[in-house]
């Protein structure tokens, strides 16, 4: 009887022994697919990081078309009322003077060639088609295709230095004295057809298209935001929301894809000579726009830029309206590697 018990006993010991083995196995099966599970998410996450920091070399020489587009009409009937449409394209060279210790670029730019267009209508008239191109010697012997011409001509040339952070904001832009010394006389042409015959609105023609990137690396679908001046004047701003969209193909190139979306917003004017606040009879009606900025998908250098802007703004107390258009296209020549060795 004893040993009946004990047989009982150890078939009963043995029986709980299986068991708790069968259960601790399961348990630690359980456990090794929570750890793989939970390391194949994180070097699934780790691996759909991208860096967008650009790589730069001293020497590197980078070739860009820069082309800027611009419409405005005001007036407040069909009679009173001023339209201007011109078009503006600069073959561009820019090269590496330095790279510093905490990744901040200087570059020197130079501009190869001019191209610029111009039609007026209303009290623009006097605009109907004016055409330049620096590669064309001869000059227009009427005005105003003759003053425009002559200070055009000068941008073939040295433009200056532009400065970027390790990021790939701006944050310096310095022209050279002679084209310092054409813009104190281009008052006129400026007041006409804007920025692009003074210093600020070339600084902005031609470097209206970089992107500030994060500092560390995100995944596809990532956004951020940048506040910059807009191509509309001082009283508005620009507020552009970028969104890393990743690798594509263009043109057998593979490239990294960045989606813009913007909006103007109305700023408060400050400076000397300036009435601080903003014009309080206007309203903005219309203030969206949008765009593509294409990578290189190992330097990171920009390869592409395709950016849309409207403004429509209305006077609150009248029917006069005013609208500006606005579009630019960068995209890379053939790139000079004169980087040092």
Not at 87 to 111: C, H, M, N, P, Y
Not at 318 to 323: A, E, L, Q, R, Y
């Amino acid at each position: 009887m004893t040993n009946s018990k004990n047989m009982i006993s150890d078939i009963a010991l043995r029986s709980g022994l299986n068991a708790l083995g069968r259960s601790s196995s399961k348990i630690i099966v359980n456990q090794t697919l929570s750890i793989v599970i939970a390391t194949l998410v994180m070097l699934s996450s780790t691996e759909a990081q991208t860096t967008l920091i650009p790589k730069w070399e001293v020497g590197k020489t980078l070739n860009y078309e820069i082309e800027d587009n611009s419409f405005t009409k005001m007036g407040g009937g069909d009679d009173d009322f001023f339209e201007l449409s011109m078009k503006l394209k600069l073959d561009t060279k820019w090269k590496v003077e330095k790279v510093l210790a905490d990744g901040s670029v200087e570059f020197s730019v130079g501009i190869e060639r001019v191209r610029f267009s111009a039609a007026g209508k209303g009290a623009a008239a006097a605009i109907p088609d004016l055409t330049f191109d620096s590669n064309v010697k001869s000059i227009p012997k009427q005005n105003p295709g003759k003053v425009v011409a002559l200070v055009l001509k000068e941008y073939v040339g040295p433009v200056g230095n532009v400065s970027i952070d390790r990021r790939g904001g701006l944050t310096g832009f310095s022209a050279s004295k002679e084209l310092t010394e054409i813009w104190k006389n281009s008052g006129e042409l400026a007041g006409f057809f804007g920025g692009i015959f003074k210093h600020d609105g070339v600084r902005d023609l031609l470097t209206a298209w970089l992107v500030a990137f994060p500092d560390d690396p995100v995944p596809n679908g990532q956004t951020w935001n940048k506040e910059q001046v807009s191509r509309f004047g001082k009283g508005f701003a620009s507020v552009r929301n970028y969104k890393l969209i990743g690798p594509v193909v263009k043109d057998g190139v593979s490239l990294l894809q960045i989606d813009v979306a913007s909006k103007i917003k109305e700023v408060a004017l400050q400076g000397p000579g300036e009435i601080p606040g903003i014009d309080i009879e206007q309203k903005i009606t219309k203030k969206d726009g949008s765009g593509q900025v294409f990578l290189d998908n190992n330097t990171r250098h920009i390869r592409k830029v395709v950016l849309q802007q409207e403004l429509d703004v209305k006077d609150s107390y009248s029917d006069i309206k005013s609208k500006f258009e606005y579009s630019a296209n960068l995209r890379q020549g053939k790139q000079v590697d004169t980087a040092k060795p």
